[in-house]
């Protein structure tokens, strides 16, 4: 929350940059200060170096020549000459004690070392250098340790040995090296043959150690002989590396002078801890200055934010105008915004609440008087749907203008009658309104009350009147079911109203049904008939005149996991509906051509019959599916169609059918007599068959305009070429009549029910022989 404010981003923001400034500064100046430091250091290093050049050509002149006088005096080359020890001895140490000379010893020709206790290794390595150098000068390693070696061959007359004196490089020699240093720098000198090779005293880490050891190693590779940095645990340093000379055949000694950067650094700190508090003090200035000047702007903005609020819910905003510049300017226009805001939210409001076209209140308003009446007792409150019948004949006779006019004056006429029933246009030709009533017959009373008061004529436009006829549907408000849901049930009210010719309709659940779980059954059939939940039943096709089955007629069932079996007057039509059938005629095609084959292998050869949907016979790529498949069977097919199938796509439908009987394909004509049955399509489909709906059959035997029609039919079907099919025969009565009446075929519970396949087998095999004593 505190980032979220303005005056904290803004001094955030100062402060920010400020300290972005300071900070490039203070790492200017400590860059400036550290190479400085580090250049200082470089040229104390390089100057040391040479320092420590001169220093040890000057000791190795001193050395060698003391070395050089004590091999030329006679009596000690004759000592050596004779192997008088003692004699060499006394001389060498009376001169080591005046040169100041550690060690001094006689390497004999032979290889005898006279005045030193050395290896037979460390002396025959001293003879080969001497012998092989002109200048026998260098560090040699004795007892683990470094030593300044000089020598001087002594000669009588022939080469018989060699004058050997040695300094010590201990710390005592290298803290008078480093006195000689302006700056306090460690000096050591370091060989390859030590006991760790390259081992520095005073580094106590063992990674500090290899760190050094390849520092030298990498230095020696490249020949640097300038300072380099060297990074340790304690800190970086800046190192010289200075390769000394050595009389072992492989070693290799170095002089390493360092000087740690953190000291090189401690007399600026002051300085530098001086610029970092001048740049915190500086910091925190900026900051408070900062935070000041944003208080001074965001102070208003926050009288404007705080308005705004209030104009969000809904509150009168107006901001006091304090300045003349820009944020005066801004809290002016926000005033003037909040005005025509204010206003335009009334219209709003207004145009959300009413129906635009008649100005009457719109189904949110409904709602809201619903709502508000949720608190009274169950079973005293009705939502109402009042409809107006044939609306759109009138619309269409009178204008839309007009139209509306007419529903604004019923709504008006309703809201004096009922002044506190909330009415409302729910619809376009529905008014919705409240009934409080003490149960559902005084509900019904009131409504039949209103509506007698509503049907008087209506004077529209000029004066031409026009009279009102109307329906009304009830629901009692139910907390279960919610406001929604009650105005919902009251427009289905409605529509059972007008489906049941009836002025008056309760909302009844029975006949609702649950369309939403059979809607559901949709989105699960594809996996039903790719799961074995479809199986296909088979009604036989009785022949009345040579008394045996000649055809079936192949009906989908669907055995649902959860609701059992479902027939297809549930699932076909909401299949169609949802554009499943195409799908679900092809499983049923495929079923029943394999079917057909199972009853052939079994001895009997019949036509099967299968459903085709005017939807599915309207696609224009149905009839070349079908025509594929039909081609795999091996008995007749027909495909039965309803008298309607061709109306909504007759050029695609008739075009199919023509196909289908080309290719051998018997076409069936379906429920004949039950839809708007048009001569002039049962003229133009090439059918082989039509089949009576039961609902015409059924009355054969007791109603003689049943029997005329039925007549009639199979007449004109004879003359048209068609034979004939009684679907829904029951009793031997109606199944005599029709064969007298010149019927071809019979279906129906008296010959058999739908079966499944197994069953049918055994129905042909067995229990069809008694049909033939029939007639």
């Known amino acids: 929350m505190l980032f979220q404010r303005l005056s904290t981003k803004l001094t955030v923001l100062y402060g920010a940059l400020f300290g972005a400034v300071l900070l490039l500064v203070s790492v200017a100046v400590f860059t400036a200060v550290g190479q400085a430091a580090q250049k200082q250091v470089h040229n104390e290093l390089a100057a040391t170096g040479a320092v420590f050049d001169q220093v040890w050509r000057l000791r190795t002149e001193r050395l060698l020549e003391g070395a050089v006088l004590l091999s030329r005096d006679f009596g000690f080359r004759e000592a050596v000459a004779t192997h008088d020890e003692a004699t060499i001895v006394s001389a060498m140490q009376n001169l080591s004690r005046r040169l100041e000379i550690d060690r001094a010893f006689i390497v004999g020709a032979d290889g005898k070392v006279i005045g030193a206790k050395l290896s037979a290794e460390e002396a025959g390595e001293l003879q080969t250098a001497f012998a092989s150098g002109e200048d026998p ?67 106590k880490s063992a990674s500090d150690q290899a760190v050094v050891r390849r ?97 969000q819910r809904g509150e009168d905003a107006q901001v006091a105008i304090t300045t003349h510049d820009e944020l005066g300017h801004l809290a002016q226009s926000f005033n003037t915004m909040a005005t025509a805001i204010r206003d335009r939210e009334r219209r709003i409001t207004h145009l959300a609440l009413h129906d635009e076209e008649t100005g009457l209140p719109n189904r949110l308003t409904l709602e809201r008087v619903v709502s508000s009446l949720s608190d009274r007792p169950q079973g005293q409150v009705y939502v109402a749907a009042l409809g107006i019948q044939r609306f759109e004949q009138v619309r269409g006779a009178i204008g839309y203008a007009l139209a509306a006019q007419a529903v604004r004056m019923i709504g008006n006429r309703l809201a004096g009658l009922a002044p506190s029933s909330g009415v409302a246009r729910i619809a376009t030709d529905v008014l919705g309104f409240t009934i409080i009533a003490q149960g559902p017959e005084a509900a019904e009373d009131d409504a039949l009350r209103l509506m007698a008061e509503l049907e008087h004529p209506l004077n529209v436009g000029r004066g031409d009147a026009i009279d009102v006829s109307l329906n009304l549907g009830l629901a009692p408000l139910d907390r279960a079911v919610g406001t929604a849901g009650a105005i919902e049930f009251a427009n289905i009210a409605l529509d059972q109203a007008r489906a049941s010719r009836r002025k008056v309709s309760f909302f009844d659940a ?90 052939a292998a079994a001895g009997h050869e019949l036509e099967v019959a299968v459903n085709i949907s005017g939807r599915t016979l309207g696609e224009p790529d149905f009839a070349d599916v079908a025509l594929k498949l039909a081609r795999t069977a091996n008995g007749r097919l027909c495909f039965e169609i309803t008298e309607t199938a061709v109306i909504e796509n007759p050029d695609v439908a008739l075009a199919a059918l023509d196909r289908f009987a080309a290719a051998g394909i018997a076409v069936s004509i379906d429920d004949f007599g039950t839809g708007l049955s048009s001569l002039a399509y049962l003229k133009r489909i090439r059918g082989h068959e039509l089949k009576i709906d039961k609902s015409i059959v059924h009355g054969v035997t007791e109603s003689q305009r049943d029997a005329l029609i039925v007549r009639s039919t199979v007449d004109l079907a004879h003359s048209l070429g068609l034979k004939v099919t009684a679907e829904g025969v029951e009793t031997e009565a109606c199944f005599a009549l029709l064969s007298a009446m ?34």
């Open 510 to 599: 029975e006949a609702y049904g649950d369309p939403a779980a059979n809607l559901s059954l949709m989105s699960s059939m594809l996996g039903a008939l790719a799961g074995g939940q479809m199986h296909l039943h088979y009604q036989p096709k009785f022949d009345l005149r040579r008394r045996e089955v000649t055809g079936l007629e192949a009906l989908a069932r669907w055995r649902h996991p959860v609701r059992g079996m479902l027939g297809p007057d549930l699932f076909v039509p909401m299949a169609e509906e949802t554009g499943h059938v195409r799908e679900l005629t092809e499983w049923v095609l495929r079923r029943a051509i394999a079917d057909q084959k199972a009853l």
């Open 137 to 203: 000068a260098g560090v040699l390693m004795l007892d683990d340790r470094p030593y300044q070696v000089v020598s001087a061959p002594v000669l009588s007359p022939d080469l018989i040995g060699w004058v050997v004196f040695a300094t010590e490089l201990d710390s005592s020699e290298m803290a008078a090296l480093e006195r000689l240093a302006a700056i306090p720098l460690q000096a050591v000198v370091l060989h390859r043959e030590a006991r760790h090779g390259w081992e520095a005293d005073g580094l």
């Open 215 to 311: 520092f030298i190693e990498r230095i020696l590779a490249e020949g640097r002989s300038t300072p380099q940095a060297l990074d340790l645990r304690e800190g970086r340093s800046l190192a010289l590396v200075k390769r000394l000379p050595t009389l072992d055949a492989d070693g290799g000694a170095v002089l390493v002078l360092r000087y740690p950067m953190g000291r090189a650094m401690a007399p600026f700190r002051p300085l530098l801890l001086i610029v970092a508090g001048a740049g915190l003090l500086s910091l925190l200035v900026v900051g408070w200055g900062s935070w000041a000047l944003a208080r001074g702007v965001t102070r208003p903005i926050s009288d404007l934010g705080q308005a705004a609020y209030r104009l």
């Open 742 to 775: 010149g019927c071809d075929r019979a279906q129906g519970y008296l010959i058999a029910k739908p079966l499944p396949l197994k069953e049918l087998l055994t129905f042909l095999s067995h229990d069809r022989g008694h049909l033939k004593s029939y007639g």
